[in-house]
């Protein structure tokens, strides 16, 4: 039995339909579709002198940025992450990720210190039990902790900005009462204050 398998008479399927000729010269090249089948090609090769000038540019930059941390550990963590014995075992394929992981180490390595550095000078801008106690207070309702080395670096700058805001607005007490002391001579003992004030005179006259 012969089957017709072409045109209007085809029945293969179980059912009729209908062929339509397409003339793929007619078609405008905006209408295409590229369907781009990824590679499966790694570059194994090894990498050449000026990328591992650069990973050991950035193990020394991360060392050099804490006295903790020593070069073997960071590469121990870079192999470990790459997944190689030792740099020799890296290729060109691994190259950018290497670079990636030794970037972002370094950066939060940078965060740190800065954080450290921020929470130093809030301590030393606060010694005062008053001014410590508000900036405490002040992190506690805003960032959910009191405790400087929990803080984010954006918080630690932020309390820094609402600190010498606060210097501003409200002057230490000290120096208002400095002044009200000077104020109160003045007012209370004239005739000593005059004379404080002529020896003061004097001796600059003398020795200037």
């Known amino acids: 039995m012969e089957v017709n398998s072409s045109g209007d008479q085809n029945r293969t399927a179980g059912r009729d339909f209908t062929e339509n000729r ?7 090249g905006r209408h295409t579709i590229n369907i781009a089948i990824p590679s499966e090609k790694r570059d194994e090769r090894p990498m050449v002198k000026a990328q591992r000038i650069e990973l050991n540019r950035l193990v020394a930059a991360i060392c050099d940025g804490s006295v903790n941390v020593e070069a073997y550990e960071v590469w121990q963590k870079l192999h470990a992450e790459i997944g190689v014995s030792s740099i020799d075992d890296m290729t060109v394929n691994q190259y950018h990720t290497a670079v990636s992981f030794l970037q972002s180490m370094l950066e939060r390595l940078k965060e740190t210190d800065s954080r450290r550095t921020l929470t130093h000078l809030l301590l030393k801008n606060t010694e005062d039990s008053v ?16 405790r400087l080395n929990h803080l984010t670096l954006s918080q630690l700058q932020e309390a820094s900005r609402w600190l010498d805001q606060q210097k501003i607005e409200n002057p230490p007490e000290q120096r208002q009462k400095t002044r009200f002391t000077l104020i109160s001579l003045v007012t209370t003992k004239p005739k000593e204050s005059l004379a404080l004030f002529a020896i003061g005179v004097l001796v600059g006259y003398l020795f200037f």
């Open 22 to 28: 397409v003339q793929i010269d007619k078609f405008d």
């Open 131 to 146: 001014s410590r106690q508000k900036l405490l207070r002040y992190c506690h309702f805003n960032f959910g902790t009191g």
